[in-house]
C-alpha cells in the first residue's frame, strides 16, 4: 500500500482528496459518466467534500494501488 502513503502525501492540504470505491458502490454514477463499468473494478476522483467539486473517474482498476498511481501521475503536482 505504499501508494496510499503516496497519494496521501501528494494531495496533503489540497482542496480536492483522493476518494477510492469499488463499482458496485457506485455503479448508477460511474454508468451516467459513460466510463466502462466492472462490478469489482476499483475507481479513483479527486473531490472536494461538502462541493460539488470532482474530476473525472478513472478506472477501473484492478488494485488500489493502480488508481493511487493514477491519481498521481494525473493530477499531483
Do not use: N
Request: with cysteine.
Amino acid at each position: 500500500m505504499e501508494a496510499i502513503r503516496k497519494v496521501r502525501k501528494a494531495f496533503a492540504g489540497q482542496f480536492m482528496q483522493p476518494h477510492f470505491y469499488r463499482g458496485a458502490d457506485v455503479e448508477e454514477a460511474l454508468i451516467g459518466s459513460g466510463i466502462d463499468y466492472a462490478e469489482d473494478g476499483i475507481y479513483c476522483r479527486l473531490s472536494a467534500d461538502g462541493y460539488m467539486d470532482c474530476t473525472d473517474w478513472h478506472g477501473p482498476f484492478s488494485t488500489i494501488d493502480q488508481a493511487a498511481d493514477c491519481l498521481i501521475e494525473t493530477y499531483a503536482d
